[in-house]
């Protein structure tokens, strides 16, 4: 089992930064794939980036050139930096995980950008 602990969100102005932190309760080098999702109210839950442990990366085409996923295996943590930030950024950031079969969430962080 692993526990993620989302932190880092908040408000920002439109063009503004925000990184956030997902925290795992042990160690993340045997986690293959961890992930970003997001979800906007009333919308569905929709993946950011996702990070492999090689790593290999892969973004949503609305981020891409904006938003950089990173993870840091000796801290146990992954990060997802977010640039250039745009009102249609809003929404819940989750971080995810699987691991033989079973996804791990945390329980999100709160992104809103103002115009």
């Known amino acids: 089992q692993v526990q993620l602990v989302e932190s880092g969100g908040g408000l920002v102005q439109a063009g503004g930064s925000l990184r956030l932190s997902c925290a795992a309760s042990?160690?993340?080098?045997?986690?293959?794939?961890m992930r970003w999702y997001r979800q906007a109210p009333g919308k569905q839950r929709d993946l950011v980036a996702s990070?492999?442990?090689?790593?290999?990366?892969y973004y949503a085409d609305s981020v891409k050139g904006r938003f950089t996923i990173s993870r840091d295996n000796a801290k146990n943590t992954m990060y997802l930096q977010m640039n250039s930030l745009k009102p249609e950024d809003t929404a819940v950031y989750y971080c995810?995980?699987?691991?033989?079969?079973?996804?791990?969430w945390g329980q999100g962080t709160q992104v809103t950008v103002s115009s």
């Open positions: 042990r160690s993340i080098a045997s986690l293959r794939d």
């Open positions: 995810n995980a699987v691991e033989v079969g079973v996804n791990y």
């Open positions: 990070i492999a442990s090689i790593p290999i990366t």
